[in-house]
């Protein structure tokens, strides 16, 4: 995918076919080319244990089943240099002058499946991968032990093509393990073991394996029942991961020393192979595709949904739904029931043959926007059409309604349908016309920390009463002449609160929301204002105690204020000529 | 590239440094009092009393 453009229902997409070098129509996988082929290079498939051609087949089960001509590997067609496959082939199917192709498409969805990529367990150096050649990954050991593998199913270990009789398997290899920045548990290698010893015991009853966990998590449907027969079947399991491995020189032998934790022993076992269990990563295509279609990653970097527990196809730009890995580690099963979700989710949409668009959306008004193309950028989902030097557009399908381009934008030219500015005007200073000095002023997001207010309140817990909130669709819709304006009414202190990162309901919007508290923050001491007081805080809708908490701080930071400070903070902040346009409409709300 | 970085905790008053990775896109809370309120101190070399924008000096 090269580019994408539109929003729900109405996507382009521009899709880069790359040149294969072989016309599939007329091959018929003689394989005539490939054996002349001189060049050698290591498969990919085999994981590198064998070689392949420059011109090949993927993988036996690849479709078409066609050749395929690696041009970086390529000697090219001259013929002193080589042309020999083309010499060959007596269908006349290869073309050297073969091009990419740029293939457009219109749709009106968008599955993201873009799978994983597999840790490479290098940096982990006390397991001695790269330096010992009978550690291996568990990728590896499928390929070793599979008829359709380099050595044909034969299970041999790399140092010596003998047969392994005593192999260990390390758990956790690249999962749950902050360290080196992958806490998150990789979900299938557990299983995947597991049914590496099963198949071991079947093929070579001789065979010893051990398996060194942390923990053994077999919770899918007859998984514990697997885990059961690899243990009756003459596994032994071992609690502790172990801290290093030695090589015996001569015999290429292999000595792993670890804890078990079970006993608190420091134990040493000997191996003719070790299996490393490696686990998954994001794949690497995911930080391309995330810009493309605007979609936000979680913290340990697979691709967000729009709601964990009821959205968990949907990513939050509407139109675009997940399956497979590429979301969140998961194994054959979970991705086979989230693909047909997904793809489920697709087809109701477009059967439909209409989308309803969200009722709070932003407006551009064409004749006060400047054109500077400030609310493009915080759009979390490119619903701003803008160009240097036109007015901005808004996309109504694209657009969610958080409000952060309404914040953003310098020249009351963005009106949020609903959420106007004129009326937070109003709303601030009515709640501020009588006693602000008693008062903590308080912005507060619709999804997370309003809810997070009714949470103390159905809990029943006790707050001080000093508080009064103004419910914005996001925090990002709070702008800074928002704040501003509490302040010149005599706010004491102003809270802004929203959602706590991984829950944003507008993909990231609130990061525009630190942004705008740091410059109010800058501001503020610039004009002789303590900064401390406007205060930023992120309380989700489960966290009541964390909101009567909050407002308790806050209170106590009220007292602290002095009626100087308020003063001097309403004379300093005192707005600029430009917004008396806005003031006119204010005052007209207002009545 | 991680550079670490200076930051203030509004609410508790705590200052504190962090390493930083280049396009991180982290939530940040106090360590003291666990509040939200973190304010990103730009980082000043020491004897410089400018507010971090440079400065031309004059030969
Ligand atoms: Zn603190």
Not at chain 1, 139 to 163: K, N, Q, W, Y
Not at chain 1, 508 to 517: D, F
Not at chain 1, 576 to 590: G, I, Q, S
Request: include cysteine; hydrophobic fraction near 35%.
């Amino acid at each position: 995918m090269e580019e994408v453009s539109g929003y729900i229902g109405n996507f382009t997409i521009t899709i880069r076919k790359k040149a294969r070098y072989v016309d599939t129509s007329v091959c018929n996988a003689c394989a005539e080319c490939a054996n002349v082929c001189p060049v050698l290079k290591p498969d990919e498939y085999q994981m590198g244990l064998s070689t392949r051609k420059a011109i090949y087949i993927p993988f036996p089960q690849a479709v078409p089943c066609s050749y395929i001509l690696n041009m970086d590997d390529c000697l090219g067609n001259n013929p002193i240099a080589c042309g020999k496959c083309a010499e060959a082939c007596e269908q006349d199917a290869i073309n050297y002058d073969d091009e990419d192709e740029l293939i457009k498409r219109e749709v009106g969805a968008v599955i993201v499946a873009i799978g994983l990529d597999v840790y490479d367990p290098t940096e982990m150096d006390e397991y001695g991968y790269t330096r010992y050649d009978n550690v291996i990954t568990s990728m590896e050991f499928e390929r070793l032990i599979c008829a359709g593998g380099p050595t044909e199913g034969h299970f041999v270990r790399p140092s010596d093509h003998e047969r392994p009789k005593r192999i260990g398997f390390i758990q956790c290899v690249g999962s749950r393990n902050p360290e080196i920045g992958r806490p998150y548990c990789s979900n299938i290698c557990c299983m995947n073991t597991i049914k590496d010893t099963l198949l071991l015991a079947d093929h070579y009853p001789d065979v010893q394996c051990s398996v060194f966990y942390q923990d053994i998590r077999a919770f899918g449907k007859s998984f514990e029942d697997m885990f059961q027969r690899s243990k009756e079947a003459g596994t032994r399991y071992i609690r502790g991961l172990p801290g290093d491995i030695e090589e015996d020189p001569e015999t290429r032998n292999l000595t792993l020393i670890a804890e078990n934790t079970t006993t608190g022993q420091i134990e040493r076992h000997e191996f003719d192979m070790i299996v490393l269990s490696v686990g998954v990563v994001p794949p690497k295509d995911l930080a391309k595709i995330s810009g493309l279609l605007t979609l936000s990653k979680t913290s340990d970097g697979f691709f967000m949904e729009s709601h964990p527990k009821l959205k968990p196809v949907d990513a939050p730009t509407r139109g675009i739904f997940f399956a497979g890995f590429c979301e969140a580690p998961k194994d054959i099963k979970d991705s086979v029931c989230q693909a047909g979700a997904a793809s489920s989710r697709a087809g109701a949409l477009l059967n439909k043959g209409q989308v309803q668009v969200e009722a709070i959306t932003s407006v551009i008004d064409a004749d006060a926007c400047r054109k500077c193309g400030a609310c493009a950028p915080v759009c979390p989902y490119s619903a701003i059409k803008w160009k240097k030097g036109e007015v901005a557009v808004v996309i109504e399908a694209a657009c969610a309604g958080c409000g952060n381009c309404g914040a953003a934008c310098n020249f009351d030219a963005i009106t949020m349908r609903h959420f106007t500015d004129a009326q937070y005007l109003a709303q601030i200073r009515a709640i501020l016309a009588e006693d602000p000095q008693d008062k903590v002023f308080v912005f507060a997001c619709n999804w997370c920390s309003y809810s997070g207010g009714d949470m103390a309140g159905i809990s029943r817990m006790t707050y001080p009463a000093s508080n009064r909130l103004v419910r914005t669709m996001c925090s990002a819709r709070v702008s800074e002449e928002m704040v501003l304006e509490a302040f010149r009414c005599g706010a004491p202190v102003v809270l802004v609160s929203g959602c706590h990162y991984a829950d944003c309901h507008y993909i990231n919007a609130n990061r525009q929301t630190v942004k705008r508290v740091q410059r109010l923050w800058n501001k503020l001491e610039k004009a002789g204002v303590r900064p401390e007081r406007l205060q930023l805080e992120w309380i989700s809708a489960a966290e009541g105690q964390k909101f009567a908490k909050v407002m308790g701080q806050m209170e106590e930071l009220r007292k602290t204020v002095t009626k100087e400070e308020i003063e001097h903070a309403m004379e300093a902040l005192k707005p600029k000529p430009r917004k008396a346009k806005k003031e006119k409409e204010a005052a007209a709300v207002t009545g | 590239m991680a550079t670490m970085e200076n930051f203030k905790c509004m609410m508790c008053g705590y200052e504190y440094q962090e390493l930083v990775e280049e396009g991180e896109d982290k939530e940040r809370s106090c360590p003291k009092c666990r509040s939200n309120s973190i304010r990103h101190l730009k980082n000043r070399p020491s004897g410089d009393n400018t507010d971090g924008k440079s400065k031309k000096v004059k030969q």
